[in-house]
């Protein structure tokens, strides 16, 4: 029997959590989350918002008492941890009671950076994140007419998309120059922004946001360097920061992209303590570089480690690459790192293959564009990234991609791979398979 | 400079008579095609007579001129050629004009099997191949309420959809206990059956069908062995045979599937002679068994071939997975072989991953079922068979499985792949993982 304390209660410390206690029920599992609420996505507020989804209880995946009843956790849910003692390996929670701990896992989560700009503190001016929180703001949306989102980053492409659908006038502002620059080049993501320009958003790029102004306390309008934009609300899609503050108080150790650096077993320098979710770094196979703040996808996989590891058993993380998705607008992006951007600021040389492919036969009427853009490394040949920007598939065919780089898939066997044609599902010839005979192309022979 | 014939106008025989002139312009290239179009869609028919395309003539893909003008073949359209002659390399097309070649390419498709049953001249009587007929046949399809379609392949279900969609009443009759038992198992194809019967499509399985009956000449009734079925047409999705005859006639080998027997150049056994398409056959690289009949995205890259080594270059085919994948009323069903029907059929040992997973988040209102079934082998633990039955994605997750195949994939790479999460359009979960996962525990630990 062991004591393990996992301290945060959101998609990584629920995975922890759990595994731990079914791996060996004679654990004692402590679970602390400083919201009221557990075990939801967060994910889905954009799309409540947008009305695609009716209502926040549709995000919430399970009750507190299926994990106190059914799995046999000790839940604390709004009861933050406010210190910890390694000496006597005791959690001390707000309010005072200690919690003793055999293994610690920290699955804190993040945090926005607020913007050092006046009037973020303003009525009208919200951070999604608290799902309680955003039912209040859901109600609000009914008689708000002018919203702006600031950044063009995921969260905020997704409440543009929403609040769009919702008939709200948006204006998105962004100070870089095309979206997701992150993730993605500014050709693959032009098709996304046409889309919502035509659904109505109002892009206001390379725009730096200077101030949120108020009458009242209340928001009435954003003021940037190009002009001053009436507003009745506006979402911050700012940016996030692993919450290490309370890794850090006991000595664990942070990397370069300000996360907490575990080793494969999820294991923090500190003996015992373990750490999992967007809080810790995790690198990127292609880049060779660290990168934290991942999303849920990969919270729930690194909590099942951790927790494994804690509770006595033995489990390993792989190599990364990232595959993403997402619909901006009508419009699906995607891919898996690198970009072109990325690959010619890190120096790294590729050779490109792209093709403007088509979804279906191109005489039938579901068909869409599926463009594509692969970067191969110039001497072995093989997919060092990979962007998609169309209709449907973009996210299947990111995970295909992301599997094909973990097997050294080359462009010559990407040319020749096999493809279904179907004409209401499939064109003749694949779009991935025509980018990669492009790249041979280039290549030249072997 | 070479003369190059090449017999037969099809995907294949287009595909590798435009290499052949485009990998030498000085080389006299010559094709003939016994219909009067070619470069058209056949696949597309079924989705005009539903009206989901507007027109037969969506279908074709060039006009004969850009292969005469800007290829420059010698194209001869509703000309057959009658004979070959080994000794003086020449062919005698009908009307007893000769051609003479140095190489020789045989691209002759396929034919139907004409049933052994009364009936199959009447008027009303289809086998659905040739636009020209099929334009007839769709005018016609006005003033008919009541069809049967022979056999559940995926042509007699793309035409039962196609129909159904139309407001037909479509009874669909097949000696098979269940759809497509060449390519998948009876409980990953049900979901399509269901699809097609909440469309209004009957379903007689597992029931022969005797006689077509006529009056007048005229189709009126389907006889089988449950009773008679009232009908003004027929749509008969017959066995198909390759079209060796003329291969035949100049002592050109024939294999196990009735096709012809090529190299991986697409060399025949007869110097000088190649073969591409419908008429040869391929090795399927997990069952070990040669299958002839392959659809048009082989034929394609096969003609490439073919017409590159005919020209004087080196191109070589390589192992074949064969994804396949298509809709059955709103429902999406593909895979890659082996089915289980095939392994059990094989004797071939596999452990089984199943998953009934979905398309989106939960809670998205896109979400679809997606339901996998992979196969295993017990000893390697590598990927031999994959099928899908649900939503959106079934052609690409088809086309990953064969590439995941070709680069011998396992159950433990597959359980551990990464996989994108977006509300709309992924779920948190990728039913391929979930499949690969329950397979990881029946393997046992490595």
Chains 1, 2 share one sequence.
Not at 16 to 44: E, I, M, N
Not at 102 to 118: A, F, N, R
Request: hydrophobic fraction near 40%.
């Amino acid at each position: 029997m062991s004591r393990i304390v996992v301290v945060g209660a959101g998609a990584a410390g629920t995975s922890a959590a759990s595994t731990a206690k079914q791996f060996d029920r004679s654990h004692q599992v402590t679970l602390f989350g400083d919201l009221a609420s557990t075990a939801y996505s967060p994910c889905g507020i954009p799309y409540v918002f947008g009305r695609e989804i009716e209502s926040m209880d549709k995000l919430f995946l399970q009750k507190p008492e299926f994990y106190t009843q059914e799995i046999g956790l000790d839940l604390r849910l709004s009861t933050a941890v406010e210190s910890i003692d390694m000496a006597s390996r005791t959690v001390t929670q707000a309010g005072g009671e200690q919690v003793g701990f055999d293994k610690l896992i920290l699955c804190l989560g993040w945090s926005y950076v607020l913007p050092d700009i006046p009037g973020v503190d303003l009525e009208g001016v919200h951070f999604i994140k608290d799902i309680e929180r955003a039912r209040e703001i859901d109600r609000q949306l009914d008689s708000v007419e002018n919203v702006i989102v600031w950044k063009a980053r995921p969260v905020g492409l997704e409440l543009a998309t929403g609040l769009a659908h919702r008939g709200k006038k948006v204006t998105l502002i962004d100070d870089e120059p095309w979206l997701l620059g992150e993730f993605a080049d500014p050709d693959m993501v032009k098709p996304g922004q046409d889309s919502l320009e035509a659904l109505g958003v109002t892009f206001m790029l390379s725009t730096e946001l200077k101030e949120l102004r108020g009458r009242d306390g209340k928001l009435v309008s954003a003021v940037t360097d190009n002009g001053e934009v009436p507003c009745e609300m506006a979402f911050m899609a700012a940016d996030e920061k692993p919450n290490t503050a309370l890794a850090e108080s006991i000595g664990v150790r942070l990397g370069s992209a300000h996360g907490v650096v575990v080793d494969d077993m999820m294991r923090t320098n500190i003996p015992d303590v373990f750490a999992a979710g967007a809080l810790v770094e995790t690198m990127q196979a292609i880049a060779g570089v660290p990168v934290s703040l991942l999303p849920s996808t990969y919270s729930y996989p690194q909590g099942r480690i951790a927790g494994t590891n804690a509770a006595g058993g033995e489990m390993r993380t792989r190599a990364a690459y990232f595959p993403w998705a997402m619909e901006i607008g009508t419009i699906q992006v995607g891919g898996v790192l690198i970009t072109e951007t990325l690959a010619k600021a890190l120096g790294r040389p590729y050779v490109l293959g792209v093709a403007k492919g088509i979804t279906s036969a191109r005489y039938h009427p579901k068909v869409e564009p599926m463009n594509v853009k692969l970067l191969f490394d110039p001497k072995t040949r093989e997919l060092i990234g990979a962007s998609f920007a169309g209709g449907d598939g973009v996210k299947e065919r990111s995970d295909f991609m992301a599997f094909a780089m973990r097997k050294h898939a080359t462009a010559d066997e990407l040319a020749n791979m096999e493809n279904v044609y179907s004409p209401p599902i499939g064109a003749l010839n694949e779009p991935i398979s025509t980018a990669a005979k492009d790249a041979v192309k280039r290549l030249g022979a072997k």
